[in-house]
């Protein structure tokens, strides 16, 4: 099957087409013509001044960060480059996963797209031919400040360019050069500013932002619908989303959380029956107001993030028909380090009220049995699920200590303020895992106590999702690992699609 192609243009680009990128990695990616254009531009405009005049010029022919005022010889330069690169390669810790590193891929090359970076156009198009070739640098999670950008993580990524460092390719792990040997490749020599403009920018954090964010939208649709299963297996009350209530208070992701409950619940034969209480817990009774705050927040972390993927976020910066090369502080990473702790808040929260449901369920109340289990003594049930997901949860609020704060200075206090928006992002990646498996726990509880009210239905949008779910996790009748479980019904949520049930 022939591949499709993908253009990376210097106009606007979506969440959308990333996403598109992320659910097909086959996909061929190529410059436009019009990119191609403008990074041909640039370069040619930049080897045009260099060689009339030799002004200092930050990066190009002089050192970095404190060392911004010693000049570099002419015939040094591209020397100068290619130690740039080896010398930031300093990072440590876990590996970042592949999917964040093919990101990181394609948008450093839409950064260099605009014509402002100054690489050359062998030099960009290798890093699509790595993204190409399925070949992913490895690069360490550990290391950047978040600025100047992600240095360190940025060298790793660019490392094979010359050859070096280390890649994943065909599941294996191997050295740039043995590969290179492989295939027939050669390593790439780099010219004046190509080490700094690639190693300049937000990418590292940015591709971490774009991951978490399209597996939050994801989580919070789950944590809208679980909501409502988990509302009916309480048997509790429908009144508090009636939309006289958040028709006084117009927040719209709490509108729009009252609205999603009240269609899954319409048609449910509990949400109708008579009740015996007058009001319910937070849990149940605020997933508006809490579901929604959350949804407003990752509305605004998106809109942070796509305004990002369409920026040139290196130094310094070129701008052909100005005739003016500007060195500044795009890659400082405060826009996104702020949005990633905002995105931590959002996603833990939804975490913690689904933890507290989850309590809720298990305390033998409503009618349920204790810990949701016929003959509990002998049996423990779901007992030990609040235990892992409380664990979770409190994991979660460690993490979401902000690190934007935690600005260290660096480079002999030339880099005195940064950003440390790559910890956030690391953290953040985790709360997201955490929430996964929170939710993982609350649809085993939700059904376990929805298979106690039998004959009674849920909404038939739930009964759906029950039925399938059932597929994969049967009802737990006497004690079994529950942490089977648990991965179970994690990956069951990953791999729901909603706009695929919603077009049938």
């Not at 260099?50 to 060392?67: E, K, Q």
């Not at 809109?303 to 500007?326: A, G, M, Y």
Request: hydrophobic letters at 40%; glycine letters at 6%; proline letters at 4%.
């Amino acid at each position: 099957m022939s591949q499709s192609v993908i253009q990376i243009t210097n106009n606007h680009i979506s969440l959308g087409f990333l996403r598109e990128l992320i659910n097909d990695p086959i996909q061929k990616v190529e410059f436009s013509s019009e990119a191609t254009l403008a990074i041909i531009r640039a370069r040619t405009y930049l080897d045009d001044k260099l060689s009339r005049d030799d002004s200092p010029i930050y990066g190009i022919n002089t050192g970095f960060g404190f060392l911004c005022n010693t000049q570099i010889e002419r015939e040094d330069l591209e020397l100068l480059q290619e130690r740039l690169i080896k010398s930031h390669a300093c990072g440590t810790g876990d590996v970042a996963p592949i999917e964040v590193v093919r990101l990181m891929l394609i948008l450093k090359a839409k950064s260099i797209s605009f014509g402002h970076s100054g690489v050359a156009l062998e030099t960009a198009q290798r890093l699509l031919d790595f993204y190409n070739h399925q070949i992913t640098p490895v690069v360490y999670v550990q290391g950047s400040l978040g600025a100047s950008g992600d240095l360190a993580p940025l060298a790793h990524l660019c490392l094979p360019i010359l050859g070096e460092g280390e890649v994943f390719y065909r599941g294996k792990r191997m050295h740039t050069q043995d590969l290179f040997q492989q295939l027939g490749w050669k390593p790439m020599k780099l010219r004046s500013k190509e080490g700094i403009g690639l190693l300049n920018g937000t990418q590292f954090m940015l591709s971490f932002a774009v991951r978490i964010i399209l597996c939050a939208y994801h989580y919070a649709e789950w944590a809208d619908h679980l909501a409502a299963l988990s509302l009916d297996a309480f048997d509790g009350l429908t009144s508090p989303f009636n939309p006289l209530l958040h028709k006084i208070r117009p927040h719209a992701g709490q509108i729009i959380t009252a609205e999603i409950i009240r269609n899954l619940l319409s048609d449910s034969e509990i949400a109708h029956q008579r009740k015996t209480t007058i009001q319910d817990p937070y849990s149940f009774r605020c997933v508006p107001q809490v579901h929604g705050a959350s949804r407003d927040a990752l509305n605004h972390c998106a809109d942070t993030f796509v305004i990002e993927v369409n920026s040139t976020t290196d130094n310094p910066n070129i701008f052909v028909d100005e005739d003016e090369i500007l060195t500044g502080g795009n890659f400082h990473g405060q826009p996104l380090a702020m949005a990633l702790e905002y995105m931590s808040l959002a996603l833990a929260e939804l975490g913690s009220i689904s933890e507290r449901r989850v309590f809720q369920l298990l305390s033998g109340n409503r009618g349920l049995p204790l810990f949701l289990i016929a003959n509990p003594g002998l049996n423990s049930g779901l007992m030990i699920t609040q235990y892992t997901a409380a664990a979770l949860v409190s994991e979660n609020k460690q993490l979401c200590t902000p690190a934007v704060v935690d600005t260290i200075p660096s480079s002999n206090g030339q880099e005195d303020h940064v950003s440390m928006g790559a910890y956030g992002a690391v953290k953040c990646h985790q709360i997201l895992k955490n929430l996964r498996n929170l939710l993982a726990i609350e649809i085993i509880a939700a059904s376990q106590a929805l298979w106690f009210r039998r004959p009674l239905k849920t909404g038939s949008n739930l009964e759906n999702i029950l039925k399938a779910f059932r597929e994969v996790v049967p009802p737990v009748q006497e004690d079994r690992i529950l942490q089977v479980d648990v991965a179970s019904a994690a990956k069951f949520i990953d791999n729901w699609n909603f706009e695929k049930v919603r077009e049938s």
